[in-house]
């Protein structure tokens, strides 16, 4: 079956600009999480949510940072004004339900600012 | 590809040797614990999960170690292929009520045939 999808999979932006990562998690999958992952450091929570609703956005870096989940599957993440320091990996994963049960992670978009 | 890791912590060993590899985790409350694989350009892959009313859950080829006592989670990989080279990763979650992982330091495993 598919896995966790992310587009782009790559995205170059010139800071200042608004950016937009798309996940599709695997299908019937309640919970959806965001990471951010730094060149040699591991993934770093972004956000959770349960089926549409955002239950934890506690690790948003600023308010630059926006995700939704409007119909409880795909989501968007949305970073506005992009900075150099928010060049990173962002991973989205899902899982069947929340805490308890395995994330199943894409491969993530890599965003560069410059 | 990119490379993920490229400070970590390595292990090296020769291919059909058995790899421990450790981590430490940080809350007492942690209730559950999975180990990750993450290979260049790629996600993080779920390997193994071990919750924390167990000390031992072995998969294939893989058996999980948790020691409540002292914070400590290892990961056994017997028979390393080449395949097995890779970033790994344990995570955490803080236990009832949280939902989020927190992903400790990884370990940078590398197989020579």
């Known amino acids: 079956g598919a896995g966790v999808s992310q587009s782009p999979r790559y995205k170059v932006a010139k800071r200042g600009q608004d950016v937009a990562l798309r996940c599709d998690p695997i299908?019937?999958?309640?919970?959806l999480f965001w990471y951010q992952q730094a060149l040699g450091q591991g993934p770093e929570f972004l956000t959770y949510f349960q089926n549409e609703a955002q239950l934890d956005k506690s690790g948003l870096p600023s308010d630059r940072f926006f995700a939704e989940r409007p119909e409880g599957s795909v989501s968007t993440l949305k970073i506005q004004r992009t900075q150099k320091e928010d060049s990173a990996v962002y991973l989205c994963?899902?899982?069947?339900?929340?805490?308890?049960?395995?994330?199943?992670f894409g491969n993530g978009t890599r965003l560069t600012v410059t | 590809g990119e490379s993920v890791g490229l400070h970590l912590p390595t292990l090296s060993v020769q291919e059909g040797d058995n790899s421990i590899i450790n981590c430490a985790y940080s809350n007492s409350a942690s209730d559950y614990f999975i180990w990750y694989k993450q290979e260049s350009g790629k996600g993080p892959q779920f390997i193994i999960d071990?919750?924390?009313?167990?000390d031992k859950r072995q998969g294939q080829r893989v058996t999980v170690l948790l020691n409540k006592t002292v914070k400590h989670l290892s990961l056994q990989i017997a028979a390393t292929q080449p395949g097995d080279s890779a970033v790994y990763f344990c995570a955490e979650k803080g236990g009832t009520g949280f939902q989020k992982l927190v992903f400790g330091t990884g370990t940078r495993l590398l197989v020579s045939p």
């Open positions: 299908s019937g999958h309640v919970s």
């Open positions: 071990i919750r924390s009313n167990m």
């Open positions: 994963a899902s899982s069947v339900q929340g805490g308890g049960s395995p994330l199943h």
